[in-house]
């Protein structure tokens, strides 16, 4: 009777030695996973749409824990107060870090330029979208009674008027199809706007 011979424990070995590498491996991904779950910390993010130049509200803010963020500063959870009340120096888009270089002291609007609101239709302003932070351009169109070449406002607008401005926020109006569009412009140019704006003589173009 044939004597059946013990497979060689080469193999048996090499396997065992492979099961010890996989744990092994397993255990300091484990490990690292470990480590940078705990190495995550509460930053402040944007919750809601901050415009430029607009204050900072508690209610704006929420908490974002991540790890830290390479390339990145964003402001720690604990220094909250000192976010609340200051301004925004770009547009906040909810979801993001926020970073001490969104923040700013300065006041809007600045030292020598009025805040204006201005509320445009729609034949007013341009189709593509006035966003906040955009430069823009504020037309004075003439007089609806002004006739021919002659007359107090024959050379009232040869070139028209313009006068730069900065948009600092927009919302709805409150007619149907009008947009309200704050606006800063220097403060020698305000009365101006402000007296054409009423006189319905205020068309804003957008800035190259």
Known sequence: MPIVKAAPRRRSVMQGALAVLLIVAGALTAGYVALRIGSTHDFLGVAKPVGKGAEIKADDLMVIRVNDAVGLKPIPLSRANTVVGKRAAVP???????????????????????????????????????????????????????????????????????????????????RQGDTIVNVEVSTADAPTVAAMHAEDRIVLTLAG
Do not use: F, M, W
């Open 92 to 174: 906040l888009v909810p979801g993001t870090l926020l970073t001490p270089e969104q923040v700013t002291d300065h006041p809007v609007p600045a030292q020598g330029n009025q805040l204006l609101g201005l509320s445009l239709s729609e034949d007013r302003l341009p189709v593509a979208r006035v966003k906040v932070g955009a430069s823009v351009l504020l037309v004075v169109t003439p007089k609806k009674n002004s006739v021919g070449g002659s007359g107090e406002n024959a050379g009232d607008l040869v070139p028209p008027r313009t006068i730069a401005g900065t948009v600092v926020d927009v919302k709805p109006g409150t």
